[in-house]
């Protein structure tokens, strides 16, 4: 038996996956942003990214409190902007525009996952703010689009590319 196809993500999710301080994974530490673009070089303004990262001290285990809940109504509250979640989701807005609050993780790289209008399946990369073995061994022509571009301290740039001349190295996990 065949497998069943994946359906094409429409803009429609943006609706209900954000959620309030989506982009916060934790306060005080560095700021990374950017703009999605398709393969014409222009902007993606309903993508949605998700971000997994370890915590400053190594840990893969983030707290929950992602998604808490108004005990009142049940509306989506969203972080309480103290606690450490190591996971983040936020949508592009009209300019194909994302921002992420985070800390420096020491790992050297943030985990992202890509959702956007005309995928079939979502795409796996990585923003790196450093250099890694594992840039080491991609064509030197290819290093660069996995690599945050520091604009001023604390603040780095990440663009996504989804096709064309400048695509972003994309991962098969599979």
């Known amino acids: 038996m065949n497998p069943t196809p994946s359906q094409t993500v429409g803009p429609f999710y943006g609706y209900a996956l954000p ?3 989506g982009g916060d994974i934790a306060l005080g530490g560095i700021t990374v ?3 999605v673009y398709d393969g ?3 902007p993606v303004p309903d993508a949605l990214l998700e ?3 370890p915590a400053a001290d190594g840990s893969l ?3 929950p409190g992602s998604l ?3 005990a009142t109504n049940g509306a989506v509250l969203g972080r309480d902007g103290v606690r450490f979640t190591g996971f983040g989701r936020v949508g592009t807005d009209r300019d194909g525009h994302w921002t992420l609050r985070t800390v420096t ?3 050297g790289y943030i985990s992202v996952c890509v959702f956007a209008r005309g995928l079939l399946h979502h795409l796996y990369t990585r923003i790196y703010l450093g250099q890694d073995a594992f840039l080491d061994s991609l064509p030197p022509e290819r290093r660069g689009t996995l ?3 520091e604009e001023r301290e604390g603040v780095h740039r990440f663009d996504i590319h989804l096709q064309g001349e400048k695509e972003t190295v994309f991962l098969d996990f599979g």
């Open 40 to 42: 014409a070089g222009d």
């Open 19 to 21: 959620f309030p301080g």
């Open 147 to 149: 690599v945050a571009g």
């Open 33 to 35: 942003h950017g703009y």
């Open 105 to 107: 993780p020491p790992n």
């Open 61 to 63: 285990r983030g707290s």
């Open 51 to 53: 971000f997994w990262q």
């Open 68 to 70: 808490r809940r108004d």
